[in-house]
């Protein structure tokens, strides 16, 4: 594999040998692994497809990386941005959105910050101006890469003595954020995993800008002959048709 230590979770589908079953090498974000849903949709395709879904969770900018190296048959990913550059440099032969949640500016219940009901990012700006607690991904995910948006958006990124890159995924991040009582962005879904172990609250507005697209891309099997193109076609069919599109609508966490 690519230069990446990498924790590998093989979803088995049905089959107590699956060694034997065709394998389908999925590269996926923290998120969507942390908020759950992620095994409710290998469960659903699996149903229908024989095989073992070899899952390895990092980051967004990583999950292309491995998928530019052909070493993933598909991605789930967050970053539209670097997914349409992905497909301009020929590494996909598909993409196709297929969810979305929300971003969500967190912090302490107190909000010592006082950025309750501000847009995003003049919600920065405030955290900047008091030096206030922050962790951010710092790792590329797409949490990280649009972060670094609303930091363009609130006049280019700064930091203090109290920001803190944690190089880690959503969940361990939003563990680190809550210890430290800092305001930190995270996906909806990993937040409403997680509210029960966290004191952190969402304190800032519904926006545009915090709208929050997963797609998945199919890598190109022309350009590495041991991609399973034809499989990882039927898993990004499956994402877009109706049964995952159920699941997706119907997935609760805490009744949300």
């Not at 093989?10 to 996926?28: E, F």
């Not at 350009?223 to 119907?250: T, V, W």
């Amino acid at each position: 594999l690519s230069n990446f230590l990498l924790l590998i979770l093989t979803l088995g589908c049905g089959s107590n040998d699956t060694d034997k079953q065709p394998v389908l090498r999925l590269a996926v974000t923290t998120s969507t692994r942390d908020s759950g849903i992620l095994d409710e949709l290998v469960k659903g395709f699996c149903e229908t497809h024989p095989v073992r879904v070899d899952v390895i969770a990092v980051g967004s900018g990583a999950a292309l990386q491995l998928g530019e190296a052909g070493d993933v048959d598909a991605l789930l990913v967050h970053a539209r941005e670097a997914e349409l550059a992905f497909m301009a440099a020929g590494h996909g032969s598909r993409r196709e959105e297929f969810m979305y949640n929300e971003f969500q500016l967190l912090g302490p219940p107190q909000d010592p910050a006082g950025i309750a009901r501000l847009e995003p990012s003049a919600a920065l700006l405030r955290l900047a101006d008091n030096g206030s607690p922050w962790v951010s991904r710092g790792d590329n995910s797409g949490t990280h890469q649009r972060e670094l948006e609303l930091w363009n958006a609130a006049n280019g990124l700064q930091t203090w003595d109290a920001f803190v890159d944690s190089g880690q995924g959503m969940g361990a991040t939003l563990t680190m954020a809550d210890e430290l009582q800092a305001y930190v962005l995270c996906d909806q879904g990993t937040f409403l995993r997680y509210r029960q172990k966290i004191e952190l609250v969402p304190l800032v507005a519904s926006s545009d800008s915090l709208r929050n697209p997963y797609s998945v891309l199919v890598v190109d099997p022309q350009k590495h002959p041991s991609i399973q193109g034809k499989l990882a076609i039927a898993y990004a069919e499956f994402l877009i048709g109706d049964k995952a599109q159920r699941i997706i609508r119907d997935y609760k966490i805490g009744g949300q």
